[in-house]
Nanobody, 124 residues
Framework: QVQLVESGGRLVQTGDSLRLSCAASGRSFGEYGVGWFRQSPGKEREFVAAVSRLSESTNYARSLKGRFTISRDDAKKMVFLQMNSLKPEDTAVYFC?????????????????WGQGTQVTVSS
């Protein structure tokens, strides 16, 4: 089993950069795929990015590729989401999630473990 805690969310301005962190606890974290999702007020949760076990592959929401980068440090049991050129529409609660199958899937139902989320607010 894996426990996940997100951090790094805060209020920023349009055009700023921000790095979110997802800290994991539990054994064999390196075997898990990890994804980032986000949910804006009044909207469904959506896929942002994912990285497979051992960083074999990454997957991005098409609209975010080029601005967002996912990475992982298995020695520290951390996954990061680097977000650049932030826009007001990036305002959301960002969640990390873990998949015991190790995939970089974009579908929520592939992930068994979820963090509580961290709020990112981008002001115009």
């Amino acid at each position: 089993q894996v426990q996940l805690v997100e951090s790094g969310g805060r209020l920023v301005q349009t055009g700023d950069s921000l790095r979110l962190s997802c800290a994991a606890s539990g054994r064999s974290f390196g075997e898990y795929g990890v994804g980032w999702f986000r949910q804006s007020p009044g909207k469904e949760r959506e896929f942002v990015a994912a990285v497979s076990r051992l960083s074999e592959s990454t997957n991005y929401a098409r609209s975010l590729k080029g601005r967002f980068t996912i990475s992982r440090d298995d020695a520290k049991k951390m996954v990061f989401l680097q977000m650049n050129s932030l826009k007001p529409e990036d305002t959301a609660v960002y969640f990390c999630a873990a998949d015991s199958a190790g995939s970089s899937a974009r579908f929520e139902n592939r992930y068994q473990y979820w963090g509580q989320g961290t709020q990112v607010t981008v002001s115009s």
